[in-house]
């Protein structure tokens, strides 16, 4: 595979001219998990990690790699793993806003020709939250397409009238309406697919997003998990952006979904979609109550006496601790890290003296 068949293109051809960094490799990030990364150059993806000098000397998180970046690389043990030292500008990104007093960003994926913004015919079609992710598209010079999935959850009528309503929202951008059930709607989401471009599917949990991709893929790569039949929330399945090669050469990238609309309707899906979890820990003892081993906690209680599902229990948790971490600016998680650091110093000084 050539980088051009990555999508390197004569823009990111011209920036690398431009960077004199002749030396350096060029490959493409095509997963980030915490600090650990993978890159896609002309023969394979391989481990990638960054120098510590981008780790640390970075002021804002926007600027650490992101699924889609191209980057400039050194590759060490017999080109079994790349030294990440440097980003190549972005032609387009998609980030949010970190929640928090500062004013932050996130990346989510860069390098993208266009966004599939995705909401099923169903419980999830909400306007307003289809109008942030355009604006999110739009700020980061991304063309949106809108994709209505699950379509055969609902009657045409209601379909068509999915589509006036957007409409009348003053929304042009195209909408594709499919289902992954029957197939109807698939082959126009195919044709929109070209070699060498990159896609980024962007939603809530539980639309389909992955179902899609597999769709695509014609095999049942990655996992994906029904939607909750009370309310038909997703159970954010995919934890992790990737970014994967289609047969026809076009690369689509994979998102979480809550956590994304989290950041775009900063904090209120938790409380919707666990309010009653919240509810019960208006009880606890104590006002700022961890729900992890404090006395006269409500929640836990709740759990012991069976009238909460600890399964339910622990992903509300795992929800919680998530939001919490992505809810800090990087400066304050740099800090904890920091803090953290210290803390094994102190630590590891009294081990000694024992
Ligand atoms: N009826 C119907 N169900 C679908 C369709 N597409 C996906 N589903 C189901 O919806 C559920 C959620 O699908 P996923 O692909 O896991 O959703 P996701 O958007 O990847 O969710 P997260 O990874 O949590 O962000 C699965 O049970 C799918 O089988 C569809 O077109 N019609
Ligand atoms: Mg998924
Ligand atoms: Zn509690």
């Not at 980061?140 to 929202?169: F, N, T, W």
């Not at 991709?213 to 049942?220: I, R, S």
């Not at 919707?272 to 729900?291: K, M, P, Y």
Request: hydrophobic share 35%; glycine share 6%; net charge neutral.
């Amino acid at each position: 595979m050539e980088l051009a068949d990555l999508g390197f293109n004569s823009w990111f051809q011209k920036k690398r001219e431009e960077s004199q960094k002749l030396d350096f490799s060029i490959a493409r990030i095509t997963r980030v998990d915490r600090n650990r990364y993978l890159v896609r150059n002309e023969e394979n993806e391989i481990q990638a990690e960054p120098t510590g000098k981008l780790l640390f000397f970075t002021d804002s998180s926007q600027d650490l790699p992101c699924v889609g970046d191209w980057v400039f690389v050194q590759y060490y043990n017999d080109g079994t793993l790349a030294i990440i030292h440097e980003l190549l500008p972005r032609k387009t990104f998609l980030r949010r806003k970190s929640a928090g007093n500062t004013v932050d960003y996130q990346m989510i994926a860069s390098n993208i020709d266009i966004a599939f913004i995705i909401q099923s015919c169903d419980f999830n079609f909400n306007l307003r939250r289809l109008e942030r992710y355009l604006v999110m598209a739009k700020e980061g010079h991304v063309e949106p397409i809108i994709l209505l999935s699950k379509s055969d959850l609902v009657s045409s009528e209601e379909l068509e009238k999915r589509i006036s309503e957007i409409r009348q929202a003053q929304i042009n951008a195209r909408v594709i309406t499919f289902s992954n059930k029957t197939d109807i709607g698939l082959d126009t989401v195919q044709q929109v697919l070209e070699k060498g471009k990159t896609y980024c599917l962007l939603g809530s949990s539980g639309v389909g997003k992955t179902t899609l991709l597999n769709h695509l893929l014609g095999d049942e790569v990655f996992e994906t998990n029904p939607v909750r039949e009370k309310d038909s929330r997703g159970r954010h399945t995919t934890s992790r952006r990737q970014l994967v090669v289609l047969d026809n050469g076009a690369f689509l990238i994979d998102t979480p979904g809550m956590r994304e609309l989290g950041m775009i309707a900063a904090g209120t899906s938790i409380d919707d979609s666990f309010s009653d979890i919240q509810e019960l820990s208006q009880n606890c003892r104590f006002n700022d109550c961890a729900h992890t081993v404090e006395v006269g906690c409500a929640i836990l209680t709740a759990v012991q006496t069976g009238n909460l599902d600890e399964e339910r229990y622990q992903s509300y948790m795992k929800l919680i601790k998530e939001s919490k971490f992505h809810q800090m600016s990087y400066v304050e998680r740099r800090k904890k890290d920091k803090q953290f650091g210290k803390m094994i110093k102190i630590v590891k000084k009294q081990i000694k003296k024992k």
